[in-house]
Each structure stands twice: as C-alpha cells, then as structure tokens.
C-alpha cells in the first residue's frame, strides 16, 4: 500500500505540473519554484506531515518537499534562535539535500555527455 500511495501522490503532482505547462507560458523554472512555494505553504497549515505519512517518500522526494524543509528549517530555527534562528536555520534543514543534489549532478555530468 505504501508504494501505491507513494506513486499516486507523486503522479498526482506530476499531472497537475504537466498540466500547468502544457496550458499555460509558464517555464519550468516558474512551475518548480511554485511547487516549492506550495510545498512550504502546506507545510505552514500543518498539511504537508500529513501527506508525509501517507505518501512516504512520495511526498519527499518531489520539489514541494523542499518548500516543506525550508519551512521546517525557518520554523525551527525561529524556535531556537529567535528571528535570527530564522535566516540561519532556514538551509541547516535542508543542506543535506541541497548537497546530495550537487554531489549527484556532479557524478552524472562526468558519465554523460550533453547533446549538441
């Protein structure tokens, strides 16, 4: 049931990003940095843990989670730090992530080729 879930969430999102592009002027670049942006928005209701339990790594490994760690990262650093724990909290968070995809970029670039 956990991948069932999983693939139906992640789909989910796919589609409606697919949608988005084909139907809109809207780039790539504007249909990622809206899902980061509604990732952290549902993060803020208290929603996006929810569909973490439902979804697993569904949920967490689409661009919307990254809104989601950036709000958790601000969140608690505010919590510990104050207004200062705001900005400094907000990539301790999520700088595992952040580095895992340079790290990976970095190997695929030295494997493949671009295209001409």
């Known amino acids: 049931m956990n991948f069932l879930s999983a693939f139906l969430f992640a789909g989910i999102a796919c589609f409606l990003a697919q949608l988005i592009l ?3 002027k809207l780039t790539p670049g504007h249909v ?3 899902f980061t942006i ?3 928005f549902f993060a803020l209701l208290g929603c996006y843990e929810k569909f973490i339990d439902f979804a697993g790594g569904g949920a967490t490994t689409i661009i919307s989670n990254f809104g989601y760690m950036l709000y958790k ?3 608690l650093g505010f919590q ?3 207004i200062i724990g705001l ?3 907000l990539l301790t968070y999520s700088s ?3 580095a895992g995809v340079v ?3 970095f190997v695929l670039t030295l494997i493949f080729k671009p295209k001409d």
Do not use: R
């Open 80 to 82: 510990e730090n104050g």
């Open 103 to 105: 790290v990976f970029a």
């Open 96 to 98: 595992c992530a952040i």
């Open 32 to 34: 990622t940095s809206f």
């Open 22 to 24: 084909d139907n809109t």
């Open 38 to 40: 509604i990732g952290a």
């Open 73 to 75: 990262g601000a969140y």
């Open 87 to 89: 900005f400094s909290g």
